[in-house]
């Protein structure tokens, strides 16, 4: 089955960039996704990246894409406190499934 | 409208009640999911509803039973639980199955007593 891992843990300086990694291995993946998750709440879509694609930038948040190493990264620029949440990387597969990463727990410091 | 509702938020019940959660989009969706989220844990795919019919289903138990009345109803319907199957229930919808953006509700908390 498809497998998406990602570090568990990152803390960073508010006004400072962060960097969340994920890694896949489904070679069929169509789009892959970044959620936001606050404590006890549903998850947010952030944004997503269509596989053929290799950067895609909205705001404060930039997407890579690294579709021949599987890897998939999420950038946020001048984080701020309100930031701090987990983050999922997910993939949708060729089966059209949605598989989520381990989550990335982001602490911004003030 | 990128809202997808999930009533009730929380839930308690016991292993012998029967109950239902019910998920409810208007985006025109096509394809509605339920997933379940232990804590600090990935949620899990559970089921996913296609034009109204079940098109997955991940090996999940019979006490939990899916239905979709409508395009834009999703519910679950739950009976003889364990305490093991307390979780975070989330409902999904997207365009399609293959379809791009995928919205999440904000979860039912579910505690089997």
């Known amino acids: 089955g498809e497998d998406v891992e990602q570090s568990l843990f990152l803390s960073v300086r508010e006004g400072d960039s962060s960097v969340i990694n994920c890694t896949y291995t489904?070679?069929?993946?169509?789009?892959l996704y970044w959620y936001k998750q606050e404590p006890g709440a549903g998850l947010q879509l952030l944004t997503y990246i269509f596989s053929n694609m290799d950067m895609k930038q909205d705001q404060r948040l930039t997407v890579l894409l690294n579709k021949k190493d599987k890897h998939l990264s999420l950038r946020i620029a001048d984080t701020q406190t309100g930031d701090s949440a987990i983050y999922f990387c997910?993939?949708?597969?060729?089966?059209?499934?949605?598989?989520f990463g381990t989550g990335t727990r982001l602490t911004v410091i003030p | 409208d990128t809202e997808v509702t999930q009533t009730p938020k929380h839930l308690v019940m016991g292993m012998t009640n029967k109950k239902s959660l019910k998920c409810e989009q208007h985006?025109?969706?096509?394809?509605m999911y339920w997933y379940k989220q232990k804590a600090k844990k990935p949620p899990e795919l559970m089921f996913v509803?296609?034009?109204?019919?079940?098109?997955i289903n991940e090996s999940v138990p019979s006490r939990f039973s899916p239905e979709c009345p409508n395009s834009s109803l999703l519910n679950l319907h739950l009976h003889a639980l364990q305490p093991e199957d307390s979780a975070l229930y989330l409902c999904a919808s997207s365009y399609g199955q293959g379809g791009s953006e995928a919205f999440f509700g904000q979860g039912t908390r579910l505690t089997v007593v």
């Open positions: 985006m025109g969706h096509r394809a």
């Open positions: 489904d070679s069929s993946s169509t789009y």
């Open positions: 509803y296609s034009y109204e019919k079940l098109s």
């Open positions: 997910a993939d949708k597969t060729g089966a059209n499934n949605l598989f």
